[in-house]
């Protein structure tokens, strides 16, 4: 069985700070972690995914993740937020290379100017 | 290349009503998803299939249906369309251990 919990489902930034969306995960075999985008009105989009090797996973439009099975968590990080970063954000885990995969609730990034 | 398309884009229903939302992907992917979106439950996996002739249940697969004929359609159908399944349906696929690649989604509304 796995879950996954985001942390706050709205998280409001000004432009240029820092973004840090959390995830915890709960999984019975190692997990496959991913953080998707969704813009308004559109379907998902991959931003990141952690397999297996490195903990740090770097993304598109300069987001990043990191890793940690002590803490179980996958948190998003990104320097400095642009206005086009405003969506909803989902973390989802897989417990094998080959499943389903379970999402969080999302997060709704709002970018103040 | 498309990519997933789903057909309707949208749709009002009349409780009672059957439905087929329909899907497709030109990706050669053997595996199709199918999932519900709801605000603060995020998505919810209904139907899936790991290659053309199989299909199994997801979290919520109560009153729906989905078949998989060939490799590149997935349709779900509600057989008797309920209020409670109001929603935007995603549709996805991949290959096996790879990456889902969503659909544009479909806005289903049961009256």
């Known amino acids: 069985a796995q879950s996954v919990t985001q942390l706050g489902s709205h998280v409001s930034v000004s432009e240029g700070a820092l973004v840090l969306l959390r995830c915890n995960y709960s999984?019975?075999?190692?997990?496959?972690l991913f953080w998707y985008v969704q813009y308004p009105n559109q379907g998902l989009q991959l931003l990141l995914k952690?397999?297996?090797?490195?903990?740090l996973v770097k993304g598109i439009n300069g987001f990043e993740a990191e890793f940690k099975k002590s803490e179980t968590s996958f948190h998003l990080t990104k320097p400095s937020a642009h206005m086009s970063d405003a969506a909803e954000y989902f973390c989802a885990v897989r417990g094998t290379s080959y499943g389903k995969l379970t999402f969080g609730q999302g997060t709704i990034l709002t970018v103040h100017p | 290349i498309a990519g997933i398309t789903q057909a309707p884009t949208s749709q009002i229903l009349a409780a009672g009503r059957r439905m087929t939302l329909r899907c497709t992907q030109d990706m050669r992917h053997n595996a199709m998803y199918w999932y519900r979106q709801d605000l603060g439950l995020g998505l919810r996996l209904i139907h899936y299939s790991n290659t053309a002739g199989t299909t199994g249940k997801g979290e919520v697969p109560d009153g729906y249906s989905v078949s998989r004929a060939n490799t590149d359609d997935f349709p779900l159908t509600l057989a008797s369309a309920v209020p409670s399944q109001t929603s935007v349906y995603f549709c996805a696929s991949s290959v096996s251990g790879g990456e889902q690649f969503f659909g544009p989604g479909t806005r289903l509304t049961v009256l």
């Open positions: 999984s019975s075999v190692p997990p496959y």
């Open positions: 952690y397999t297996t090797g490195a903990t």
